[in-house]
């Protein structure tokens, strides 16, 4: 559950770092003010999201593991970053090119898949 814990704060503080690595003050001001509250509030939530899976996963281990809503909550973390995975691959297109990133990026989405599905089954 560690790992798990560990993956999910990693992206949590990865999206804190959106505004600026992404340079978002300026990009945001280029789509209408509703799509770019609509991208920072999916942001804000998902790093929500993040931070609070990572705390289940340090503070009850035990319960995601031998729990029925536990064991649903590893599912639904392993099918989401089996999602996420196959996202990179569709909209690929539509990012610039910047290969080493995208490899990196790639790689932790399928780490989190195989992360999570090795905790699953550990589950069962």
């Known amino acids: 559950m560690l790992v798990g814990g560990v993956h999910s704060l990693f992206f ?3 999206h804190c770092m959106f505004w600026k690595e992404l ?3 300026t990009q945001l001001e280029k789509v209408s003010p509703t799509n770019r509250a609509v991208m920072e ?3 804000l939530r998902i790093i929500f999201i993040f931070a ?3 705390a289940i996963c340090f503070i009850f281990p035990q319960e ?3 729990s029925t809503l536990g064991k649903v909550g590893l599912l639904g973390a392993g099918l989401f970053w089996l999602g996420r995975t196959i996202e990179q691959v569709v909209y690929r297109k539509l ?3 910047k290969e080493a990133i995208d490899i990196a990026l790639w790689v932790l989405f399928i780490g989190g898949t195989i992360i999570y599905g090795i905790l699953f ?3 069962l």
């Open 12 to 14: 949590a503080i990865f």
């Open 23 to 25: 340079n978002w003050k």
């Open 41 to 43: 509030i999916l942001n």
């Open 52 to 54: 609070f899976h990572a």
């Open 64 to 66: 995601m593991l031998t």
């Open 95 to 97: 990012m610039p090119e």
């Open 121 to 123: 089954g550990m589950s």
